[in-house]
């Protein structure tokens, strides 16, 4: 306001462009930096596995000779794991998201619940694999079933969902529940009509990230019995499956170099199903945005 | 004398120890606009909630006292919050439209609550109301978030006014609009108040002592005076409310 200010600032204009200017290289550089090591690494699988990704290896069951050998029963495993554990895990995660925010009340028991929660997000695969082996596969009987693998992951990966879930619904403004409910609705009818539409693309987000998760996880998977040599498709929920990070890992550990360019084809397999996927979620998220505005 | 619609008694409202509304007791007659005033954080918005049970969704809140709607406490254990809210409706400070289509905004609340009839009446009969229907009838499908200020709050009134309410209560519905559409929205409470009660809260005297039938003057969350507008405007029976309504303090 005063002269006196105006000088201040005048002074140190410069100096404080020149920080933007080094802080924004900064950031461009790591930015950078991040995008071209996946570029290699990408660059380096595709090399390697191009030539041998065609029909014949996404139709043909694993087999002791290299050009034999496909990925078919660990790319249908794949899609078998990971849609059962979607339909499980994201209404599971969502519903405790809306109890936790709507209708739970706040106390030490919420916050006891929201600090585990947290935890159980960090916790390693390798724990949710045996948890799965000693209540899925052991007390229930469910065997190396898909469904067995499907609800261990779904224990791996409810946290995260329920974590960006709530934080989507917490986003929503209570302007917009007032509103709500100063029409004479319920809180279901709140939640139900304005609330998740609200949370929807970040609900979206965290599902996204979670079914990645899922897709690539191999500890818990072998460590309850998911077998490395499927030459049969799943055709229920019951069935044994293989997946297709079990598939690559098995190829890759093996001698003979054409095995290994396998396992960079099943790996490129293994990106175009998490690509179209995502794809998936995020077209349902802008959807979501445009409508909800 | 006028028939009196609502009826607060002996109402203390806390926020966990803090008294927000002291001991108020006032009556709101029907078909008049009753108009709160105060200075900042003295408690207006706060009892305005208390009328349609909004505060419950605070959760440090609780309340001591009676409000009663035609006789009835709305407080009593049989009483659902959803009805009360139902027939006494609420139009906030800042316009708070849903995001979705015009139509929607004011079709959702008859809809999830099954009110019978024609939708199509309905709509039309409520944007009409709220003096909106001219600049919006061509375009009903698109976007509520796509109005003006003004037209938001609009909407909002026309959203309330869907629901057939017998009480309007109203927090400072003009404080972010221009004067152009203040003048809107002044203009609609003389039509409104036919046909429905009125409570509304507002920082602007000109505007109490237009609009308004009665005026009630908090001050620190206790009612100061409370009388016929002209009344307390003119001739206030407080010194207090007198240095208020003139802006000597507040
Ligand atoms: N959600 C809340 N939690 C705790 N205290 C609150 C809450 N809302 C209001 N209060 C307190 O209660 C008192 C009355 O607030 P209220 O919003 O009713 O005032 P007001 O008269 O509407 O003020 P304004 O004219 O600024 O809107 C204030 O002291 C305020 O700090
Ligand atoms: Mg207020």
């Given at each position: 306001m005063t002269g006196l200010g105006r000088h201040h600032s005048a002074n140190n204009l410069p100096a404080r462009r020149r920080a933007l200017a080094v802080f924004r290289f900064a950031c461009a550089a790591m930015t950078w930096a991040a995008v071209l090591i996946l570029v290699a690494l990408l660059v380096h699988v595709a090399r390697q596995g191009m030539s041998w990704l065609d029909w014949q290896f996404l139709s043909s069951f694993p087999s002791r000779f290299p050009d034999q050998a496909g990925i078919k029963s660990a790319l249908f495993g794949t899609l078998w794991m990971i849609s059962t554990t979607a339909i499980i895990a994201v209404p599971l995660g969502v519903g405790a998201a809306i109890y936790l925010e709507e209708y739970a009340r706040r106390g030490a028991l919420s916050t006891f619940i929201q600090i585990n929660i947290a935890n159980l997000a960090g916790v390693p695969s390798i724990v949710y694999g045996m948890l799965g082996l000693v209540i899925f596969v052991r007390f229930f009987l469910l065997g190396r079933s898909v469904l067995a693998g499907a609800l261990t992951m779904s224990l791996l990966i409810l946290p995260v969902i329920i974590i960006a879930a709530r934080e989507a619904i917490r986003a929503v403004p209570g302007s917009l529940r007032q509103a709500s409910y100063a029409l004479g609705s319920t809180r279901w009818q709140t939640v139900r009509h304005h609330v998740l539409p609200s949370a929807l693309p970040g609900i979206m987000t965290g599902v996204i990230l979670a079914l990645s998760r899922a897709i690539g996880e191999t500890a818990p998977l072998v460590m309850i019995g998911a077998l490395t040599y499927v030459a049969f498709v799943p055709e229920g929920p019951l069935d044994a499956f293989t997946t297709l990070p079990i598939q690559v890992f098995n190829w890759t550990s093996r001698p003979q170099k054409d095995f290994h360019a396998l396992g960079a084809a099943g790996i490129l397999v293994l990106l175009i199903v998490l690509l179209v996927m995502n794809t998936g979620a995020i077209l349902i998220r802008h959807r979501a945005e445009r409508r909800g505005g | 004398m006028m028939t009196s619609i609502m009826e607060a008694r002996n109402v203390t409202i806390r926020y966990g120890e803090a008294p927000a509304v002291r001991e108020a007791t006032l009556v709101i007659p029907e078909n008049r606009v009753t108009a709160i005033i105060g200075p900042s954080g003295c408690g207006k918005s706060t009892l305005l909630r208390a009328f349609n049970r909004m505060n419950e969704f605070i959760p440090s809140s609780s309340m001591d006292g009676e409000i009663l709607f035609r006789g009835t406490d709305i407080y009593d254990k049989g009483i659902d919050p959803v009805e009360v809210r139902r027939r006494i409706g609420m139009v906030f400070q800042k316009p708070n439209?849903?995001?979705?289509?015009i139509e929607r905004n004011v079709s959702w609340g008859p809809a999830i609550n099954g009110y019978e009839g024609d939708p199509r009446e309905r709509l039309e009969g409520a944007l009409k109301k709220a003096a909106l229907w001219d600049e919006v009838k061509d375009r009903l499908g698109s976007s509520a978030l796509g109005l003006s200020g003004g037209q938001q709050q609009r909407l909002c009134i026309a959203r309330t006014l869907a629901m057939e309410p017998e009480v309007i209560l109203m927090d400072e519905?003009?404080?972010?609009?221009?004067p152009v559409s203040t003048a809107h929205i002044e203009n609609l409470l003389f039509e409104l108040k036919k046909k429905y009660t009125i409570v509304i809260v507002t920082h602007n005297m000109q505007q109490a002592a237009r609009v308004s039938d009665y005026t009630a003057f908090f001050e620190a969350g206790v009612l100061v005076e409370y009388g016929e507008t002209q009344q307390v405007f003119t001739r206030p029976k407080v010194k207090r409310t007198e240095e208020y309504v003139t802006g000597r303090f507040g």
């Open positions: - | 439209p849903f995001p979705k289509s519905p003009c404080s972010a609009l221009d």
